[in-house]
């Protein structure tokens, strides 16, 4: 168990919906990650929160949003959502946002868009 | 244009044996890697690192070899044990973007008994 929770585990839904997918980090951790894994793919990093402010971005789309609250924990927002959107997401937290700080990764929230 | 290749999706190797996993990179500026080890239905786990500043990073039965100039790295798995079967990641990230690491596809290691 990596301290990192990801809710839900599971999500069903239609071409056009619109999802949250939601991240605890592990106790004391500042900095939170988003990956997308497309089926048999590698992951692709989407963006990240260091203590409340965006740090980094990869390439996320523009119907993608996140943010990291007051508490640290993080929501990735997907809208419009299409086929192709229909992934693993992953989120990851870290000590600090160096990039050599160790990414602890949750279970994955397994998104299917039918 | 990906950046970080895995070529071999699939590894199989006898318990005991030595597991070479390999990775390449066309990005220059990568200068910090990174292996994840991945089990089903879990997220992956931090396994190994190395800057580039290094040739080598060892620990326990995993060590990780850098060419730079191949733009090439492995990581060592001695002896491989069956718990070792899981997903294997490398990743690459540049001097700036602190968690901007970007992944291979992944190469499937199974140890048989």
């Known amino acids: 168990d990596s301290g990192v929770t990801q809710t839900p585990k599971h999500l069903i839904t239609a071409t056009g919906q619109r999802v949250t997918l939601r991240c605890s980090p592990r106790?004391?951790?500042?900095?939170v990650y988003w990956y997308q894994q497309s089926l048999d793919q590698g992951l692709q990093f989407l963006i990240q929160y260091y203590n409340g402010e965006e740090r980094a971005k990869g390439n996320i789309l523009e119907r993608f949003s996140a943010q990291q609250f007051p508490d640290l924990h993080s929501e990735l927002n997907l809208s419009s959502l299409e086929l192709g959107d229909s992934a693993l997401y992953f989120c990851?937290?870290?000590?600090?946002?160096?990039?050599?700080?160790?990414?602890?990764f949750g279970p994955g929230t397994r998104l299917t868009v039918l | 244009d990906q950046q970080v290749k895995q070529n071999s999706p699939s590894l199989s190797v006898q318990e005991g044996r030595i597991s070479i996993l390999n990775c390449d990179y066309t990005?220059?500026?990568?200068?910090?890697f990174l292996w994840y080890k991945k089990y089903p239905a879990e997220g992956p786990t931090f396994l190994i690192s190395?800057?580039?500043?290094?040739d080598k990073n060892e620990d326990g039965r995993f060590t990780v070899f850098l060419n730079k100039s191949a733009k090439h790295l492995s990581l060592h798995i001695v002896p491989s044990q069956p718990g070792d079967s899981a997903v294997y990641f490398c990743a690459a990230t540049p001097p700036t973007n602190a968690g901007k690491s970007t992944f291979g596809d992944g190469t499937t290691l199974t140890v048989k008994p």
């Open positions: 990005n220059s500026m990568f200068d910090y």
């Open positions: 190395i800057s580039s500043i290094k």
């Open positions: 990851a937290s870290s000590r600090r946002d160096g990039r050599t700080d160790t990414q602890y």
């Open positions: 106790s004391g951790d500042l900095s």
